[in-house]
């Protein structure tokens, strides 16, 4: 059995990167080329955010401030102290991890409103932070200069190789995502989502899984932010302030909660739509808010999943009329 | 095996237990009755350290409980199936079972959890049936038998029960009952909490008689099944015995 799933997940995984080469190789156009790159950026995000929000059911509307968190730092150690992009990573990251882990500690013992709230706050004050410390950050006027990535002697400025890289991360983020989920940390997370009394009676420390998941989810944010600095080159407050928080949000829950491969979906949708609709773009905010209130009303499990039960149901109703209900 | 002396328990100040002392020996199966709100689910979650602020001293096995958080008590072998079961509803059978032995997964014991897993899944039949369905799917006596495997996958040596025959019908009542005798036979200890106290009594060895957060009596489980002050309070519902009695 168990083998049977890892050669279906090997599978998956093979055609899913074939997908991402193929892609790559057959896009040449660079504006969408980027595009897709942001996608693979988003998906990033999303997919920490899922990770938090759709398994272990902790919102924040606040996860702009970790990507900004991460854009700053790389952004802040490769133009003012000379690192290399590599060594900004690690350091985005690891500062990432240190001040999610120190605001977890006092935000996880929320819940409901009262943590979508404080998660909405630190978001604020990070993105006064970006705005007001002008000597680190440039203040409104933003960052410039940040310079690209490479590896060894190949730099990854051309629309290609920064998309392959980009993906290449995607990928290597859903296979550890989904060795989380399946994990017993997952099926922990899943509970924590359902009940956390019930959680501490298996001998789940709840409160440090919650701060652990809260910590990845934000790392996760980080390293999206790392990616998209050394993209644009050009970094300012705005890209990180609250529409960015729930734009992630929405992402989530249109690709649906505690789903994977729903933030590819989510990301995607929420990329091309901008794109395409140029009406969208000035109504951004009233469009997240509609489709917030719709998947919630409707469908309470997330798009994805929503729209995999109606054809459930229509499947059982129509191929099988006469199952009996569970007594 | 499990002593508990001079328990009191708080919800902030109001306190709803007030001095209770009792023991388990190894192997004993147990009831503790009492009506709605005596304050039975709050014993138990204190003594799975559920229940942050308590005083008096809950000893296992010789070692005290005191600030010992869930995880901690889990491993020290006693499990609770908690009132109302508190399943994980949108998860599969099989994987509120793994919950259960959450704490083993991370010592890496995966073989002997796959090994009472099997066992589980022998003593509760319709759980293997089941095992790719949502939880929440189960009919009442299905989920309060996947609540006592999920307890038994923490492979305790001390089990304790809130309330298990709740809103089951009699037949259930009897299955569950009769899983617990031979739970017990196979050495398990047995912590049995019950408002049914005619069904409680009649496996348990002993039993003690919970009222307002203090045990008004303690004694052989015949005994109290007939002693006067226990017909009339606790078992004066059954009708037939009321007929009985009329005639
Ligand atoms: N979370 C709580 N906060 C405050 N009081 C509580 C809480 N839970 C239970 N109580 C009170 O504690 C007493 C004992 O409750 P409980 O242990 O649930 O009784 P039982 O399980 O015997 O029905 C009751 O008076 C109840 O009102
Ligand atoms: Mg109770």
Known sequence: MRGLENRNSHMKYALFSLSIVLTGWWVSNPYYLQLLTFIGIYTVLALGLNMLMGYAGQISLGHAAFYGIGAYTTAIATVHWNWPPWLGLLLALGLTAVIAFLIALPMLKLTGYYLGMGTLGFGMIFYILFREWTGFTGGTSGLVGIPPLSIGALTLDTGSGYFYLVWGIVVVCFVICERIVNSRVGRALRAIHDSERAAAAMGVDTSRLKVWVFVLSAVFASLAGFLYAHLVTFISPDSFDFIVSIRIVTMVVIGGMASIWGSLLGASVLTFLPDWLHVFSDYEMVVYGLILMVVMIFLPQGFTRGMLDIYERARSRYSRPSTSPQG | ?247
Request: net charge neutral; proline share 4%.
């Open chain 2, 1 to 247: 095996m499990l002593r508990i002396r001079n328990l009191k328990c708080y919800y902030g100040r109001i306190r709803a237990i007030s001095g209770v002392s009792l023991s388990v020996r190894e192997q004993e199966l147990i009831a503790l009755i009492g009506a709605n709100g005596a304050g039975k689910s709050t014993l138990l979650q204190t003594i799975c350290g559920l229940l942050p602020s308590w005083e008096g001293e809950i000893e296992f096995e010789k070692n005290s409980l005191h600030g010992l958080k869930p995880p901690e008590i889990v491993k020290k072998g006693i499990s609770l199936v908690p009132e109302g079961r508190l399943l994980f509803p949108p998860m599969s059978v099989l994987d509120n079972l793994k919950l259960g032995a959450y704490l083993r997964y991370r010592q890496r014991d995966h073989e002997n959890v796959g090994k009472d897993l099997e066992e589980v899944l022998e003593l509760f039949p319709v759980l293997r049936e089941r095992s790719r369905q949502a939880a929440g799917t189960l009919s009442g006596g299905e989920q309060q038998m996947l609540a006592m495997g999920r307890a038994l996958m923490a492979r305790p040596r001390l089990l304790l029960l809130d309330e298990p025959s709740m809103g089951l019908a009699p037949f259930l009542v009897r299955l569950i009952l009769d899983v617990l005798l031979k739970l017990k036979e196979r050495g398990m200890t047995v912590l049995l909490v019950e408002q049914n106290a005619r069904a409680a009594l009649q496996i348990a060895d002993r039993g003690y008689v919970l009222e307002n957060g203090q045990i008004v009596l303690e004694g052989l489980s015949s005994d109290l099944l007939a002693d006067q002050e226990v017909k009339r309070a606790y078992l004066g519902k059954d009708y037939r015995e009321f007929y009985d009695g009329r005639e």
